[in-house]
Nanobody
């Protein structure tokens, strides 16, 4: 059973930074794409970034490109989302998710169309103006 645990959320002022972590267990043998999503109350879920773990290739939504960085520590099965220049409208619950079985790099880049089977419990990010 794949388990994902997010951490690192908190409260920051606009322009500040946070680094989210996603620890994944029992995954490396069965999948190769990790996604980060966010959802604010009353709003649709939005795919923020994803990473094709075989090549550690990240993909980003246009709204976060240049400000967010997704990376992986393969030895620790942990994925990091570094978020810089945060904006108040990015206040949301942030989730990481894993998909099985193996998918292509192109499919991983299209995270909003991919069926992520496993989800973490989420971590809250609050950005104040």
């Amino acid at each position: 059973q794949v388990q994902l645990v997010e951490s690192g959320g908190g409260s920051v002022q606009a322009g500040g930074s946070l680094r989210l972590s996603c620890a994944v267990s029992e995954y490396t043998s069965g999948g190769n794409c990790i996604g980060w999503f966010r959802q604010a109350p009353g709003k649709e879920r939005e795919g923020v970034a994803s990473i094709y773990t075989i090549s550690a290739t990240p993909f980003y939504a246009d709204s976060v490109k240049g400000r967010f960085t997704l990376s992986q520590d393969s030895a620790a099965n942990t994925f990091y989302l570094q978020m810089d220049s945060l904006k108040p409208e990015e206040t949301s619950m942030y989730y990481c998710a894993a998909v099985r079985p193996y998918v292509s790099s192109r499919a991983c880049s299209r995270r909003d169309r991919l069926d992520f089977e496993y989800w973490g419990q989420g971590t809250q990010v609050t950005v104040s103006s």
